[in-house]
């Protein structure tokens, strides 16, 4: 079985600093990892996807995430926080077969004028 | 144009009655979801269609029961509604052709509180 666990629930930044979320995962086989952001009120949206090529993986809206496999982390960045990014932020992670998405809790971004 | 849309958006309803949510996606996809979003915003899967096929079904109250008249449509009924039904629910769907890619789109969700 796969699960993944987010370091921090809440994670307040300052606009232009830097974003750094975390993200362990546990994983028998080799894991699918991604990153979905949800803005207030509104579903997910996929931000970025690991599946096994590049470590490091680009999103959207600026956002980064590097699979370390002998930390099992996938960590997501962003090197300058911007307002539009205060949202909640879910890791999840997938065995790429049984159509199954494991969530982690989720982390509450604010950025601070 | 709404990709995955859900109505209706808030539900507020008495314990004991029953009441439906309507899941439609125009994006083509064969496969379609609910999920379940708990006051706490932990999500958990409820139910998969794959092709109008029920391919996950998670260990969920015998009282909801989705129905996929079409790949375009899932549809989620709840009987017998409890206080710990209250929660915010999410459609999605994806594209399997190629196998399970894990990139979702969701609906907006719709919020059902039960009095």
């Known amino acids: 079985a796969q699960s993944v666990t987010q370091l921090g629930s809440h994670v307040s930044v300052s606009e232009g600093a830097l974003v750094l979320l975390r993200c362990n995962y546990s994983?028998?086989?080799?894991?699918?990892l991604f990153w979905y952001v949800q803005y207030p009120n509104q579903g997910l949206q996929l931000l970025l996807k690991?599946?096994?090529?590049?470590?490091l993986v680009k999103g959207i809206n600026g956002f980064e995430a590097e699979f370390k496999k002998s930390e099992t982390s996938f960590h997501l960045t962003k090197p300058s926080a911007h307002m539009s990014d205060a949202a909640e932020y879910f890791c999840?992670?997938?065995?790429?077969?049984?159509?199954?998405?494991?969530f982690g809790a989720g982390t509450t971004v604010t950025v601070r004028a | 144009d709404t990709a995955v849309s859900q109505t209706p958006k808030y539900l507020v309803t008495q314990m004991g009655n029953d009441k439906s949510i309507k899941c439609e996606q125009n994006?083509?996809?064969?496969?379609m979801y609910w999920y379940k979003q708990d006051s706490k915003k932990f999500l958990k899967i409820m139910f998969s269609?794959?092709?109008?096929?029920?391919?996950i079904n998670e260990t969920v109250p015998n009282r909801f029961s989705p129905k996929s008249p079409d790949k375009a449509h899932l549809n989620l009924h709840i009987n017998s509604l409890e206080l710990g039904d209250s929660a915010v629910y999410f459609c999605?769907?994806?594209?399997?052709?190629?196998?399970?890619?894990?990139?979702?789109?969701f609906g907006e969700g719709s919020r059902l509180t039960v009095l």
């Open positions: 999605a769907s994806s594209q399997s052709t190629s196998g399970f890619t894990g990139e979702l789109f």
């Open positions: 994983s028998s086989v080799p894991p699918y």
């Open positions: 690991y599946t096994s090529a590049a470590t």
């Open positions: 999840a992670v997938s065995d790429g077969h049984d159509y199954k998405l494991s």
């Open positions: 994006l083509g996809h064969d496969t």
């Open positions: 269609y794959n092709n109008k096929e029920l391919i």
